[in-house]
């Protein structure tokens, strides 16, 4: 199954902080074999494994699918994000109609490329916000 997932991203993360896939799957907590699958693009990693790589990478987890560069946020930012995206959720698993697919529960790997990519969405709002309400004088025309 293909997904939009540039497989690579976590291999890039990997080798920037010098370890091989057994190092990063020790880490984690997870096998090599799921590190490989992840790597390859074969599988997507599930929630736990995806919210463990952002952590011990600092970064999103839209940026560990490998969907885009991030602009800098500021921890309050930050927490904001969390917070839009943890409302998002509350409000859809609310919804007994929300979270299905064809009238069937989404699988965890399908509910977590739907996580990452409302916080993708979220995190592109918010950077386009920061854009628009910038005073001129501060922003960077370099």
């Given at each position: ?130 854009e628009k309400y910038t005073p001129e004088k501060y922003k960077n025309h370099g």
């Amino acid at each position: 199954m293909e997904h939009d997932m540039h497989p690579n991203n976590i291999r890039k993360l990997r080798e920037s902080r010098g370890l091989t896939q057994m190092q990063l799957a020790e880490h984690l907590g997870v096998s090599f074999q799921a590190v490989s699958t992840w790597e390859k693009g074969v599988k997507v990693p599930r929630s736990g494994a995806l919210e463990k790589l952002a952590k011990f990478f600092g970064v999103s987890r839209a940026e560990v699918m490998g969907w885009e560069e991030q602009p800098h946020f500021t921890s309050r930012d930050e927490r904001d994000i969390q917070k839009s995206l943890d409302q998002v959720l509350t409000a859809l698993e609310s919804s007994q109609q929300a979270l299905l697919f064809d009238g069937e529960p989404l699988d965890d790997e399908t509910k977590e490329l739907l996580i990452a990519s409302l916080e993708r969405s979220i995190r592109m709002a918010k950077a386009m916000a920061k854009e628009k309400y910038t005073p001129e004088k501060y922003k960077n025309h370099g």
